[in-house]
């Protein structure tokens, strides 16, 4: 299941606030391209921003403090399409005319953090808070980058002073939240969400965050109704149909779910992640032929995206088709050199369809496992003919939690046992799988099937191995059928 995070950005001034310091050029100097191309940018009309802008700085005749502005704002266009290396390059001439504006470097920040380059961005709001420690915004952007970095904590001191700076800001409370929640501390994060949602009760991206956070915690009923709300103030985003499709997905409520993910679709045909969502659906209801169409897209839009392959390999699988399996495992592999249980998946599919894979199994062995006696590594002893079912079973067994240590409170000793009760479920889930793997492998469909049924007993539905399971058996009972 896949879930878009996202946080608010800030930019320092508002192109208004440029235009009031170039208004008064408009008799002296000139500056009618550029009121233009504001204007032109205000009404969203982006590419004609940028030739007006491009004009103002080609024709305008203006100081340098003031081409500084008609650059700065010609990056931030370029960044508005998308083009942060064109707005990277204007940022750098706005800052070679005007080294103390304090915008330019937020804004360049801004641009980099959307390249990834996080630690380019916090160089440049160190920047800009160093020539003005008053200024809001970049503290708010760092924290932002620190946040994408997961350094929490100096995410939510930067918030912090944001918000001493400006205590009206919504977006900050926002951001904070979502810093609190990303460190598991929800009703902090609630707190800054409802004090956003007191300050402007018609955000949708604050409503959208607090059902992030929600969900996170499992209370997807709460979830789906700030996601609700998010989509009645903005009906066309995308990402809110998307993140409420996954928690009606997380409810059972596969129908909804698989709606909300088409209208993902429609809205942006182009983002991939509603179609991976939406393959998991289909494949949930048993509708795994739509599932890999989805697949199909996302390889279309993007051919060398690993999980598309390995989410389409799977569905092979589970559909018996083997050998499509192994190729797509293979091609997966090949992008990506994922882990341990990717190439487990890979061996099994191998020798399904007949193949010898020994000399892969110890290559992947090598590879990925780097402590046999620790899980999964009993599977590839099991695979490799070193352990038999019984033994591979018994390594899956977790070691038990010490809950004799006096200074244990109740309620630790109650989180302990729960922690090792998941974890057996979990392990135990894919160790009747993969012993059912290894018995039909040598064609011992009746012992497999006893495992598979142990495998669904677990009921860790989340697993893959539980969907395998369940289609693996739904196959052996469809063949006896045909055979009687």
Not at 70 to 81: D, F, I, P, Q
Not at 139 to 157: L, P, Q, S
Not at 179 to 184: I, L, M, P, S
Not at 263 to 285: C, D, F, H, M
Request: hydrophobic share 35%; charged share 30%.
């Amino acid at each position: 299941m896949k879930t878009i995070v996202r946080r608010s950005l800030k930019l320092g001034v508002a192109l208004v606030g440029a235009w009031l310091l170039l208004a008064p050029l408009a008799c002296d100097q000139g500056g009618t391209s550029f009121s233009q191309g504001f204007q032109a940018h205000e009404q969203g009309k982006i590419d004609k921003a940028i030739r007006l802008y491009s004009l103002s700085i080609r024709q305008d005749n203006l100081d340098r403090t003031n081409l500084s502005i008609v650059y700065n704002n010609r990056g931030r266009a370029w960044a508005a399409k998308g083009e942060y290396d064109k707005a990277i390059a204007d940022y750098n001439q706005a800052i070679e005319l005007a080294p103390k504006d304090t915008n330019a470097y937020d804004d360049r920040g801004i641009a980099w953090a959307a390249k990834g380059e996080y630690d380019k961005a916090i160089a440049d709001y160190n920047q800009a808070i160093e020539l003005n420690p008053e200024f809001a915004s970049p503290y708010n952007n760092r924290g932002n980058a620190w946040g994408d970095k997961g350094e929490y904590d100096k995410a939510i001191a930067d918030y912090s002073r944001a918000i001493e700076l400006n205590p009206k800001d919504a977006d900050v409370y926002s951001n904070r939240g979502s810093a609190w929640a990303d460190k598991g501390e929800y009703d902090k994060a609630f707190a800054d969400y409802n004090r956003a949602i007191e300050l402007h009760p018609r955000d949708a991206s604050i409503y959208y965050v607090r059902g992030n956070s929600w969900a996170a915690k499992g209370e997807h009923d709460k979830a789906i109704a700030d996601y609700s709300r998010a989509i009645e103030l903005n009906p066309k985003d995308a990402n809110a149909y998307n993140n409420r499709g996954n928690s009606w997905k997380a409810k059972g409520e596969y129908g909804k779910a698989i709606a909300d993910y088409s209208r993902a679709i429609e809205l942006s045909p182009k983002q991939t992640i509603a179609y991976y969502n939406r393959g998991v659906a289909w494949v949930a209801q048993g509708k795994r032929d739509k599932a890999i169409a989805d697949y199909n897209r996302i390889i279309e839009l993007d051919p060398k995206d690993a999980s598309a392959y390995w989410l389409r390999g799977r569905t092979y699988f589970d559909c018996g088709k083997f050998a499509d399996a192994v190729k797509d495992f293979y091609r997966c592999l090949v992008l990506e050199p994922g882990d341990e249980y990717q190439a487990l998946w890979r061996y099994i599919a191998r020798r399904r369809v007949g193949q010898s894979a020994g000399k892969d199994l110890a290559a992947f062995a090598s590879r990925y496992v780097k402590d046999r006696s620790a899980w999964p590594g009993p599977v590839f002893d099991l695979f490799a003919g070193r352990i038999d079912s019984g033994k591979c079973l018994q390594a899956a067994e977790p070691k038990k939690p010490d809950l004799a240590d006096p200074r244990l409170s109740e309620a630790d000793k109650t989180a302990r046992k729960a922690g090792y009760e998941k974890l057996r479920r979990e392990q135990l889930c894919e160790a009747y799988f993969y012993v059912a793997q290894y018995e039909l492998i040598r064609g011992r469909t009746d012992t497999a099937r006893q495992f598979l049924r142990k495998c669904l007993a677990t009921n860790v539905t989340m697993f893959i191995e539980y969907s395998g399971a369940k289609a693996e058996l739904k196959r052996i009972d469809l063949g006896r059928n045909e055979n009687r």
